[in-house]
C-alpha cells in the first residue's frame, strides 16, 4: 500500500458529521491540532507488526530521511513522567534528559506505563494530545528543520508540522537530548 497524506490548513470549518463521512483519523492529536487551529499533514501507511522499529519503519515507508522522524518517548523521573522526542535513528540520552528536566537521573518509564499515561499505544504515542500534560523535551536538532514527522496517536499514522507549533503545543523545550 502506498502512503498517503492529507494536509489540513482550517481555513475552513469542517462538522463532525463531515469528518465521518470522510473517514477522520480523529486520535486525540489530531483533535488538539484541529482545537489549535495548527496547520499540519497527515501521513498513513500500512504498518507491519513485525517491524523491529516503529520509527524507522515510518521513515521508510513515507520515503523520509530519519532525522525528519520523531520518535515519542516517556521517562519516569522518580516523580512522575516526562516526554523526549527524538530523531527516529538516534537514542535517547538518559543524562542529557535528567538535565534538561532538572533532575539527578531519569529511566525509560514501563510501556505499561507509557500507555496508560498518554491514552496510546507503544508505537503509536504522539506527543500531541497526551492524557495528562507532562514536562516535553525535544531534541535541538529538530529547529534545524522546517517540518518533522511525529507520530499521529496510532500506528501508522504520522502528523508532520512545524517545530515550532509543535513545542508551543506541548509546552516543550528544546535541548540536546539525542546521541
Do not use: N, W
Amino acid at each position: 500500500m502506498q502512503p498517503t497524506c492529507t494536509t489540513h490548513l482550517l481555513s475552513t470549518t469542517v462538522s463532525p458529521m463531515a469528518k465521518k463521512q470522510q473517514g477522520s483519523t480523529g486520535t486525540p492529536a489530531t483533535v488538539a491540532l484541529d482545537r489549535a487551529k495548527v496547520a499540519y499533514t497527515l501521513h498513513t501507511y500500512e504498518h507491519d507488526p513485525a517491524a523491529p522499529s516503529f520509527g524507522m519503519e515510518a521513515a521508510e515507508a513515507l520515503e523520509r530521511r530519519p532525522e525528519e522522524v520523531f520518535k515519542t518517548l516517556l521517562v519516569d523521573t522518580g516523580a512522575g513522567l516526562a516526554v523526549g522526542v527524538v530523531p527516529v535513528h538516534k537514542q535517547l540520552d538518559l543524562k542529557a534528559m535528567a538535565t534538561a528536566l532538572g533532575q539527578k537521573k531519569v529511566a525509560m518509564a514501563q510501556p505499561a506505563e507509557a500507555e496508560r499515561s498518554s491514552g496510546m499505544v507503544v508505537g503509536g504515542i504522539s506527543p500531541i494530545g497526551q492524557r495528562k500534560a507532562l514536562p516535553t523535551v525535544l531534541d535541538s536538532s529538530m529547529r534545524e528543520l522546517t517540518s518533522v514527522l511525529v507520530s499521529g496517536g496510532r500506528r501508522g499514522l504520522d502528523i508532520e508540522l512545524a517545530p515550532d507549533d509543535l513545542a508551543r503545543l506541548t509546552r516543550a523545550t528544546f535541548a540536546t537530548i539525542a546521541r
